[in-house]
């Protein structure tokens, strides 16, 4: 396990420059990354990010793109406004707009930021806070990031452009607009990779533990502990009440998800606050219901190609037991891709 006690001053890197980039190799176009968007920051009047205090420590920020968590810190040098660590910053379009209201509404003064997986709906806002702040991602979020950062911003640009932004944040749209013009890979990515399994950070009062379990959502998830306070930020591992998004060409699997969903669940106990990707606040019974989730997906489209039912007729079947769930436009990909495991044996 590595561990370090991490210097709270932002960050001045030089970053190698990468000559040539290409188009992501993922079809993310099917995965719901919007959803509606709530919440408020100081001197705006409309609505955006939904805050959820769980304690006086940490929040948890909610609506457009995959769920993040604010957690604040002090040192004996810290004055009267705590620093701040960020887990994931959502959209490319969205990234000026939370950092903007994270720092209204936490008042905080952001030092860190943990990237749980590559996807846009977590990692796309980067760009928002690498000039000054620490950026820290498993070791193999670099090669996504690299494949897929065009898609961030090409998406990222589309949204922005699209009809009329809410009045509130049409300068920070057009900001993104116009930045997007020069966007680099080196925009995004984390300046600290995790090149072990666990690393243990110690921010000022603050322990953060961050664990890779191997490829489960993708091949470079994270979950992030925090044991002072008995929460955990599960990234992408846990989709609660949905349908999970399958990404093969990520490193998607459903084998190895249950297994890093399963040792999420060591960590708990009954009561622990578990902060999905997707979803609202649960606790360790939701990770137990994500982990039966895929043995149930696994019985089912192994039953039906044991009667030889083909993967287009897979993928147009209902889970049983699990028909209350949202994000049902991705179930046919899950289905496919469990298919594709099985088959390949």
């Not at 990468?18 to 993922?26: D, E, I, K």
């Not at 004055?79 to 969205?94: M, N, Q, R, T, W």
């Not at 399994?197 to 110690?202: D, F, Y």
Request: aromatic share 8%; glycine share 8%.
């Amino acid at each position: 396990m590595e561990a370090m006690s991490v210097p709270v001053s932002g960050r001045m890197i030089d970053r190698r420059r990468f000559l040539q980039y290409t188009t992501g190799a993922v079809a993310l176009v099917a995965m719901p990354w919007s959803t509606p968007a709530l919440g408020w920051a100081a001197g705006f009047s409309t609505p955006h990010f939904e805050f959820k205090p769980i304690n006086d420590t940490i929040t948890a920020v909610f609506g457009e793109g995959g769920n993040c968590l604010v957690a604040k810190y002090r040192t004996p040098t810290a004055g009267l406004k705590p620093y701040g660590l960020l887990i994931d910053c959502k959209l490319s379009h969205l990234g000026y707009t939370l950092r903007r209201e994270i720092e209204d509404q936490c008042q905080v003064r952001l030092t860190h930021v943990i990237n749980t997986h590559h996807h846009p709906d977590h990692a796309g806002g980067n760009h928002a806070f690498n000039s000054d702040l620490h950026l820290i991602g498993h070791q193999a979020i670099k090669p996504r990031i690299e494949d897929n950062y065009n898609l961030y911003v090409e998406a990222g640009r589309r949204s922005a452009e699209a009809g009329d932004p809410p009045a509130d944040l049409a300068e920070e749209y057009q900001r993104y607009a116009k930045w997007a013009d020069d966007a680099t890979v080196d925009d995004f990515l984390p300046d600290q990779l995790m090149e072990d399994n666990e690393l243990e950070l110690t921010l000022g009062d603050l322990k953060v533990v961050l664990r890779h379990e191997g490829a489960g959502h993708t091949d470079n998830d994270v979950y992030v502990h925090f044991p002072q306070h008995n929460v955990i930020h599960t990234g992408d591992l846990l989709f609660y009440k949905l349908h999970p998004y399958f990404d093969p060409p990520g490193g998607s699997n459903s084998v190895g998800w249950q297994t890093s969903v399963k040792a999420v669940i060591t960590h708990c106990d009954s009561e622990t606050v578990v902060i999905p990707g997707h979803g609202e606040i649960t606790a360790k019974d939701g990770l137990q219901d994500q982990a039966d989730y895929f043995d149930a997906i696994r019985n089912l489209v192994t039953a039906a190609r044991a009667e030889g039912k083909s993967r287009a007729a897979i993928t147009q079947m209902k889970l049983p037991g699990y028909e209350a769930y949202g994000f049902g436009q991705v179930l046919p990909r899950a289905l496919g891709a469990v298919w594709e495991e099985l088959a390949k044996g």
